[in-house]
């Protein structure tokens, strides 16, 4: 019999929603900006499948959520647009952390 449940594992440093998730070429998963506690964010944290673990990572340029964060063919994030009609974009490069 084949159970199907969720599973809990480490929780991210900070609470937030609107954000972006990205899978990077190496597994790891770079969540991006979002909306939290004190309005909008430019916070990023990495997530670590391997250890359940999360750190944080370099902030973005800008504060932003209910963008789209899209993973190159370089391993590069390009982080476009978000809340407010935001025509800015950035790079993020996991290699650096910034």
Same mark, same amino acid.
């Given at each position: 019999?084949?159970?199907?449940?969720? #599973? !809990?594992? /480490?929780?991210? !440093?900070?609470? %937030? +929603?609107?954000?972006?998730?990205?899978? #990077?070429? &190496?597994?790891? =998963?770079?969540?991006?900006?979002? +909306?939290? &506690?004190?309005? +909008?964010?430019?916070?990023?944290?990495? +997530?670590?499948?391997?250890?359940?673990?999360?750190?944080?990572? /370099? !902030?973005?340029?800008? @504060? %932003?959520?209910?963008?789209? *964060?899209? =993973?190159?063919? &370089?391993?590069? @994030?390009?982080?476009? /647009? /978000?809340?407010?009609?935001? !025509? %800015? *974009?950035?790079?993020? &490069?996991?290699?650096?952390?910034?």
């Amino acid at each position: 019999m084949l159970l199907l449940e969720w #599973l !809990n594992t /480490g929780s991210m !440093n900070y609470a %937030r +929603y609107m954000h972006t998730a990205s899978v #990077l070429t &190496d597994g790891k =998963v770079l969540v991006a900006a979002g +909306y939290g &506690d004190s309005g +909008y964010m430019n916070s990023a944290e990495l +997530y670590d499948p391997s250890t359940g673990s999360w750190t944080i990572t /370099g !902030n973005l340029n800008n @504060v %932003r959520s209910s963008h789209t *964060a899209s =993973v190159l063919a &370089d391993g590069k @994030v390009l982080v476009a /647009g /978000g809340a407010g009609s935001m !025509n %800015r *974009a950035e790079l993020y &490069d996991p290699s650096t952390g910034i």
